[in-house]
């Protein structure tokens, strides 16, 4: 896939985090050098599975920190924190963006600047989340069912989503109490040196906050980026200054030093070809010595934090565009992971076509990964139009291929999402059905993006439109594998791809205006920003659902109905004694089935449908566009 320099540079450097295309044509920038081939003997569990038990019950809450929640003003950041964060130039003004302002509408200082292209606002904006934002919010995300969190990442970086890293081993001081006392602190580290570490306020905050997330039952993993730094990183910008001479000169790719004798310029390799994006060095077994080195003790910090112990520690990672670097990097990591908490999970951004995850997941690398081909396939069956879509025959065998694909164990703790923040939300997917197919991830990741597609719909979804994201959490919250959802898609968010997928999360105590202003700043029918009650509900009840009910979490899969006339599919799925039964009706209009009693009596614990009972078959209604959650008395 061909992109002008501009558009790489706005996708690649100022949306970090995202894989432009499938790894096929990616291979010019994440070239994969070393053996996929298992290293070393496989640790298996009494099951025979090398995956923590633990993740196969997650509900994993996908949080952003700073668009999730505004704890502490005081530490919000200002124009110098952000110096080094695309877009390059500095602003002629800048203030912290109000929290609930219409999102297309440029503030009075954004007029100053007079930038003419709407990303550069939207890039430069900055609300204030943190992570004492997140520690306030920590009930409602316990109350809501979620028992795991995902972070985005939390480390040191000028840019609103991190992934432009200045280091792996601090918090980055505005998602802290004390920005500037960090800082100093900070400076009087040797970076090489992990023994001259310090802990920071912002640190500190960072384990109170998985305390605290412990004591309520919720696991928390960090985002690791360890295929790149930023331009403000410690390594890059001592070796930008002292070129040759610096510790780092082996870090990075280096095509050619400065040199004013001879005219050379100082030359290296970025991610994607960005340049405020320095990739690692890597040799056939992935990143060579001195960021191993680094990263190596990074994941030893925030695991076992101050030598306390794992009990202190994360539980785990999600890894950057994992498929960037090499397999041997990933298998002698995964090692030194497994050390520190043998329960840690491991999951990874892949983003390949089913066939090409295979090598990751031998035992030796990851647990599991962000199921992108989960949420094709569910959009494929649940919301691309005709004919686009595909019937309950196929889907059934997609998902079959996919719980094939994986060792033992696998299929029940990969993270089966939708929305994130790499794409756009699933309300916002289901008001522009059509437009292209979810699963032709580069192409159409532009056709969501408002600034490649001028006529994307960007206005809040309709009933009809929110009752099919419905049915997909019904879907969701039953199948094999642990659902993840995106921060806001549970009261109703909705946005295109990078950036708008990353608006402020809405809280029942700030006021927001409509959104009224389309990105080309003309207007259009107001659309209210409050939280979906009823949405709200809908998430609560099947996550409860789905941690009273062990055999939705725990019990094997078998395929109960495929109708592809009727667009019916149903499964059941056994764990021990219990038995649930879960049908969708997929279809414009009330459908009635019947199934086999199977020697049991059936109550509905979604909607308590009426089911009749007639000798050795049950019959039910279901609803257009709604399913039913069956379970044996």
Known sequence: MMLRKSLALMLASAFTGIILCYPQTAQAYC?????????????????????????????????????????????????????????????????VHPWGSDWYKRQPYEVVNGEPELWQHLLRRRY????????????????????AIYLNPVFTAPSLHKYDAASF???????????????????????????????????????????QAKQRGIRVIFDGVFNHMGINSFAFQHLQQHQQQSPYKDWFTVHSFRDEKTGSEFRYE????????????????????????????ATERWMNPKGQGREFGIDGWRLDVAFCVAHGFWKDWRQHVKTLNPDAYIT?????????????????????????????????????????????????????????????????????LFGSHDSNRIGSHIVNRGIGNFRDWGAYFQLSQVSQNPAYQVRKPNAEELRL????????????????????????????????????????????????????????PADKVEVNRQLQQHYRQLIQ???????LRLGDYQTLLVDDQRELYGFERRYQQQRVRVVLNNSEQPQQITLPKAQANWQDALSQLAISHNGDTMQLTIPAKWGAVLVAK
Request: glycine share 8%; aromatic share 12%; no cysteine.
């Open 128 to 147: 204030g989340g943190d992570l004492q934002g997140v520690i306030d919010k920590l009930d409602y995300i316990q109350d809501m069912g979620f028992n």
């Open 31 to 95: 070239p994969q050098t070393s053996d996929a081939t298992p290293k070393g003997p496989i640790t298996l569990n009494e099951q025979g599975e090398f995956v923590p038990d633990w993740a196969k019950s997650a509900v994993w809450y996908q949080v952003f920190p700073e668009r999730f929640r505004d704890g502490d003003p005081s530490n919000n950041p200002t124009v110098q924190d952000i110096a080094g964060a695309d877009p390059a130039e500095p602003p002629k003004v800048w203030q």
């Open 270 to 297: 970025g991610w994607f070809g960005v340049a405020s994006l320095p990739e690692f060095k890597e040799d056939a077994q992935g990143l060579v010595a001195g960021p191993r080195d680094y990263v190596f003790a």
């Open 545 to 551: 659902l789905r941690h009273q009910l062990p055999a």
């Open 169 to 211: 081993h601090h918090i980055d001081p505005n998602f802290g109490p004390d920005p500037a006392g960090d800082r100093a602190l900070i400076a009087t580290e040797n970076p090489l040196d992990p023994s001259t570490w310090v802990w920071t306020k912002a640190d500190e905050l960072a384990l109170e906050l998985i305390k």
């Open 348 to 416: 990874a951004e892949l983003v390949m076509p089913p066939e090409l995850v295979k090598p990751y997941f031998q035992g030796d690398e990851f647990d599991g990964e962000m199921n992108y081909n989960f949420a094709f396939t569910a959009a494929e069956f649940m919301f691309n139009p005709a004919p686009q879509r595909i019937k309950a025959s196929e889907f059934d065998a997609r998902l079959a291929e996919m719980r094939a694909l994986y060792p033992k164990g696998v299929a029940y703790v990969t993270q089966n």
């Open 469 to 524: 994201q419905k049915l997909f959490v019904i879907f969701q919250m039953t199948y094999v594998g642990a659902p993840m959802v995106y921060y806001g898609d549970e009261v109703g968010m909705w946005g295109a791809n990078d950036p708008d997928d990353r608006k402020p999360m809405i809280w029942d105590d700030i006021r927001y205006e409509d959104e009224v202003t389309n990105p080309d700043g003309s207007l259009r």
